[in-house]
């Protein structure tokens, strides 16, 4: 299979998205004063649904991340309440699909919580988490909702493994243990019947999930992979990546067949990390660099040249991440495909960034809003678990966002205990969560290294003393004799 090398100069063709142009909100419609993180971990550190914009904040002992409401943008408060249970920074956050008040966050103290926000944001901190999962051994850097079933989530670890839980019980169900070093990123197909992983020992990997076993698998040599999505339900997937020569690159494969990519894409020699975001309703590929203020996109096709170069939205405030509004949340009479949350952390802002369809008439465009997956779940934990795989439930953007049933978050109750996986108590080796709880260990360490010596020494006298008594009862015997 010969690799196809794209041309950087953009060919035209008709596509009714060529003149998509990215706006920037007006200041007072951009989120101002809020303490972004200064971690380097590459992740975006925001997470966006229709009600709520969640931001992963700088904060002293713990990790804390700020919540707040879409429609209360403007210069944030500095003492404004933030989510602060986890005791390590926190690395990733998303927000459930299904649920809109549910966020889920993971950290560096190795855990995995689930926040249940209250209608309108918080009004005070918040340290109680819904749930609190332990599983991982190391820091978890990653996290991801299942696209279609209500309560399953999955988190990647530095420990190299996937945990899937079953947030109706609150445990993991399965480990997937398939990595050499740590998960980059995770990807699912429509329906969630396959994920996609990139790892720092630079495999790509097709994951059967409920199993963990791998369908495909490829070493790439000549395209040192960092980021992977799956395009929608093409059969394919795009890698963002670094080519032999240090230049930032992008590649696109058939997910029955990784032996080759179809086709690659240097992009130019930027060191920054390049976050790829595929829209599936309009078949759009967005490409942002981390550390850039720039957005290219493209057009997914499926003949030659399978990726169409469109525009590159310039910007010069570099962007550390960005959180994508969910469709439904979109501005559909402005003709706004796409949103953008740019994280600007020098400035202490974010940034909403509209693509945006021009278009002379004011009536709904039916062809560049199709059917969409809603906020509907199309099967439960334990179905997803028994084998059933179902589409998305689809949703219209016609009559604007309005929420067929309301749907209840419940959290189960968890008694102390052992969790299994795979035949491994996940909780006989959890790291302590706190520095005290580090020193109380330490401390009871010494304690019974102490007592185990003292035992030992004591022993040791008891063995000399049989010894003696030993040789005294041999050197007797004979003169009784």
């Given at each position: 299979?010969?690799?196809?090398?794209?041309?950087?100069?953009?060919?035209?063709?008709?596509?009714?998205?060529?003149?998509?142009?990215?706006?920037?909100?007006?200041?007072?419609?951009?989120?101002?004063?809020?303490?972004?993180?200064?971690?380097?971990?590459?992740?975006?550190?925001?997470?966006?649904?229709?009600?709520?914009?969640?931001?992963v904040?700088?904060?002293?002992?713990?990790?804390?991340?700020?919540?707040?409401?879409?429609?209360?943008?403007g210069?944030?408060?500095?003492?404004?309440?933030?989510?602060?249970?986890?005791?390590?920074?926190?690395?990733?956050i998303?927000?459930?699909?299904?649920?809109?008040?549910?966020?889920?966050?993971?950290?560096?103290?190795?855990?995995?919580?689930?926040?249940?926000?209250?209608?309108?944001?918080?009004?005070?901190?918040?340290?109680?988490?819904?749930?609190?999962?332990?599983?991982?051994?190391?820091?978890?850097?990653?996290i991801?909702?299942?696209?279609?079933?209500?309560?399953?989530?999955?988190?990647?670890?530095?420990?190299?493994?996937?945990?899937?839980?079953?947030?109706?019980?609150?445990?993991?169900?399965?480990?997937?243990?398939?990595?050499?070093?740590?998960?980059?990123?995770?990807?699912?197909?429509?329906?969630?019947?396959?994920?996609?992983?990139?790892?720092?020992?630079?495999?790509?990997?097709?994951?059967?999930?409920?199993?963990?076993?791998?369908?495909?698998?490829?070493s790439?040599?000549n395209?040192?992979?960092?980021?992977?999505?799956?395009?929608?339900?093409?059969?394919?997937?795009?890698?963002?990546?670094?080519?032999?020569?240090?230049?930032?690159?992008?590649?696109?494969?058939?997910?029955?067949?990784?032996?080759?990519?179809?086709?690659?894409e240097?992009?130019?020699?930027?060191?920054?990390?390049?976050?790829?975001?595929?829209?599936?309703?309009?078949?759009?590929l967005?490409?942002?660099?981390?550390?850039?203020?720039?957005?290219?996109?493209?057009?997914?096709?499926?003949?030659?040249?399978?990726?169409?170069?469109?525009?590159?939205?310039?910007?010069?405030?570099?962007?550390?991440?960005?959180?994508?509004?969910?469709?439904?949340?979109?501005?559909?009479?402005?003709?706004?495909?796409?949103?953008?949350?740019?994280?600007?952390?020098?400035?202490?802002?974010?940034?909403?960034?509209?693509?945006?369809?021009?278009?002379?008439?004011?009536?709904?465009?039916?062809?560049?809003?199709?059917?969409?997956?809603?906020?509907?779940?199309?099967?439960?934990?334990?179905e997803?678990?028994?084998?059933?795989?179902?589409?998305?439930?689809?949703?219209?953007?016609?009559?604007?966002?309005?929420?067929?049933?309301?749907?209840?978050?419940?959290?189960?109750?968890?008694?102390?205990?052992?969790?299994?996986?795979?035949?491994i108590?996940?909780?006989?080796?959890?790291?302590?969560?706190?520095?005290?709880?580090?020193?109380?260990?330490?401390?009871?360490?010494?304690?019974?290294?102490?007592?185990?010596?003292?035992?030992?020494?004591?022993?040791?006298v008891?063995?000399?003393?049989?010894?003696?008594?030993?040789?005294?009862?041999?050197?007797?015997?004979?003169?009784?004799?």
């Open positions: 299979m010969t690799v196809t090398k794209m041309s950087w100069r953009p060919t035209y063709r008709s596509s009714k998205f060529r003149n998509v142009y990215g706006k920037v909100a007006n200041r007072e419609h951009c989120y101002d004063g809020v303490p972004i993180t200064k971690n380097v971990h590459d992740n975006h550190f925001c997470a966006v649904n229709s009600k709520f914009l969640a931001v904040t700088e904060s002293a002992g713990g990790g804390s991340f700020i919540v707040i409401p879409v429609s209360q943008s210069r944030l408060d500095s003492h404004y309440p933030k989510v602060c249970g986890h005791q390590g920074n926190v690395l990733d998303k927000w459930n699909p299904f649920f809109e008040n549910i966020i889920a966050s993971c950290s560096e103290d190795s855990s995995v919580r689930i926040w249940e926000i209250p209608e309108g944001g918080l009004r005070r901190n918040m340290t109680e988490a819904v749930l609190e999962l332990y599983g991982h051994s190391r820091r978890v850097g990653l991801e909702w299942h696209p279609t079933s209500s309560g399953i989530l999955f988190s990647a670890g530095y420990d190299y493994k996937i945990l899937t839980w079953n947030l109706e019980i609150g445990e993991p169900v399965k480990m997937i243990d398939c990595h050499t070093d740590v998960i980059l990123s995770m990807s699912f197909n429509t329906d969630g019947s396959l994920l996609a992983t990139s790892c720092k020992d630079r495999q790509l990997r097709v994951i059967e999930p409920r199993s963990g076993r791998v369908l495909q698998q490829a790439c040599k395209h040192r992979v960092n980021r992977v999505v799956f395009l929608g339900n093409t059969k394919r997937l795009l890698t963002t990546g670094v080519s032999r020569w240090n230049t930032r690159q992008i590649a696109l494969w058939d997910q029955e067949d990784l032996s080759m990519p179809i086709v690659d240097d992009i130019d020699g930027l060191s920054g990390l390049l976050f790829p975001f595929y829209d599936a309703d309009t078949h759009m967005y490409l942002a660099g981390k550390g850039d203020g720039n957005i290219r996109y493209y057009e997914i096709t499926t003949e030659k040249p399978y990726i169409q170069y469109l525009m590159e939205f310039r910007s010069p405030a570099p962007q550390k991440g960005l959180g994508v509004m969910p469709k439904h949340g979109l501005d559909v009479a402005a003709c706004e495909v796409f949103r953008f949350y740019k994280l600007v952390t020098l400035k202490g802002l974010i940034e909403p960034i509209s693509m945006i369809v021009p278009r002379r008439s004011d009536t709904y465009q039916e062809d560049i809003y199709p059917m969409t997956a809603g906020t509907e779940p199309a099967l439960s934990a334990s997803w678990l028994s084998g059933i795989n179902r589409d998305p439930v689809l949703m219209s953007l016609k009559e604007g966002y309005h929420r067929p049933n309301q749907l209840v978050f419940k959290a189960p109750v968890k008694e102390k205990k052992s969790v299994v996986v795979n035949g108590d996940l909780l006989e080796n959890v790291p302590p969560r706190t520095e005290n709880e580090l020193l109380r260990m330490f401390f009871r360490q010494q304690e019974e290294l102490r007592r185990l010596k003292e035992e030992l020494n004591g022993k040791d008891r063995i000399r003393q049989l010894e003696l008594e030993l040789n005294n009862l041999k050197n007797v015997s004979p003169n009784n004799v």
